[in-house]
């Protein structure tokens, strides 16, 4: 019986043991990873301050400034509404060569186009001018078949911030159309 209770002591002591070498390695091995963003964040914070006082002291600095500029999102176009979609490749994706929104909020997106009638919905992607939401591109659940024209058009947005036709009502405009070459 003693014995039994020193071996359950001596599995204690092992568990706690190997519970503290291991925190100690965690501790070790995450620490310095941990820190690091804090220090670039500080960098950056500086230098973007010096390029304010000193537009040229950053110039020679192209990471650092090319970073910057990338994050200057642009932003959403509300207006009367017009999108221009040029010809392109048939695809698993649309380029958006411009657009004002009529709407600040919606999906925008392209569906088939035969002899003036719209079919199928290929894919829609959100615009948001509240949360910055600027598509560029509207991928596509198919690829686009050369020859074919489609249309690109515009749904309200209902609040749920998900796609549904039940909800999300289709502007009673084609907004452009282009042919998959």
Avoid: C
Wanted: glycine content about 10%; hydrophobic content about 40%.
């Amino acid at each position: 019986m003693a014995e039994e209770q020193q071996d359950g002591q001596k599995t204690l002591v092992a568990f706690v043991v190997g519970l503290l070498i291991g925190g100690m390695l965690v501790w070790a091995f995450s620490g310095p990873a941990a820190n690091a963003p804090e220090v670039a964040v500080t960098d950056e914070s500086s230098e973007e301050t010096e390029e304010i006082d000193n537009g040229d002291a950053m110039e020679s600095d192209n990471d650092t400034k090319g970073e910057e500029t990338d994050v200057a999102a642009p932003e959403l176009k509300v207006g009367n509404g017009k999108v221009s979609v040029l010809d392109q490749d048939a695809s698993m994706a649309i380029a958006l060569e411009s657009a004002t929104y009529p709407v600040s909020e919606g999906w925008i997106g392209v569906r088939d186009y035969n002899n003036d009638q719209l079919g199928m919905i290929l894919g829609v992607v959100r615009f948001s001018e509240s949360q910055g939401l600027v598509p560029s591109e509207i991928a596509l659940q198919r690829s686009t078949k050369a020859g074919n024209r489609y249309a690109v058009v515009i749904f309200t947005e209902d609040g749920d911030f998900s796609f549904s036709l039940a909800g999300d009502v289709q502007i009673d405009t084609i907004f452009d159309t282009f042919i998959a070459q």
